[in-house]
């Protein structure tokens, strides 16, 4: 199995961020807009697989997104699914915001790709749908213009 992130869920976690982004004050910082995108996962997922299931796929997500990004290492998943830690990412300068923004798309990207192997397309997609209702999710229409 590859291990990278596939190209259409990075592309996926890039647009539901920039969503995210776009629908809220884009002056919060850049790690809570990935907080947000988790917290609509978690939201949506729990409802299917209970705290537990959402808990052990986002700790696999975390841990697979720490070997391309290090900083994550001050991240974790508690056992109710919350994610901890992403402040200590959060830059003091704006310098940094492309690399935590980075970090968030690969955390959302491997979540994703999770989510897609372990419930199919199907499933997933009705999940993001649930959580962003009304955002077009068909990925190869992603290059369209629409928004997430």
Not at 6 to 33: C, F, H, I, N, W
Not at 36 to 45: G, I, N
């Amino acid at each position: 199995m590859n291990m990278t992130t596939l190209p259409e869920m990075r592309d996926l976690a890039q647009r539901l961020l920039t969503y995210e982004v776009d629908a809220d004050d884009a002056s919060k910082p850049v790690g809570s807009t990935t907080l947000r995108v988790y917290e609509k996962l978690r939201q949506s997922l729990v409802e299917l697989a209970g705290a537990a299931g959402f808990q052990s796929l986002a700790s696999r997500a975390l841990t697979l997104a720490r070997s391309e990004v290090p900083s994550l290492s001050a991240a974790r998943v508690a056992p109710d699914g919350n994610l901890q830690g992403m402040s200590a990412i959060e830059p003091p300068i704006n310098v940094e915001r492309d690399r935590v923004h980075e970090a968030g798309v690969i955390l959302i990207s491997r979540l994703l790709g999770l989510l897609l192997i372990f419930l199919g397309e199907a499933l997933t997609m009705n999940l993001l749908r649930n959580a962003w209702p009304g955002e077009a999710f068909d990925d190869r229409n992603s290059g369209n213009g629409r928004k997430a």
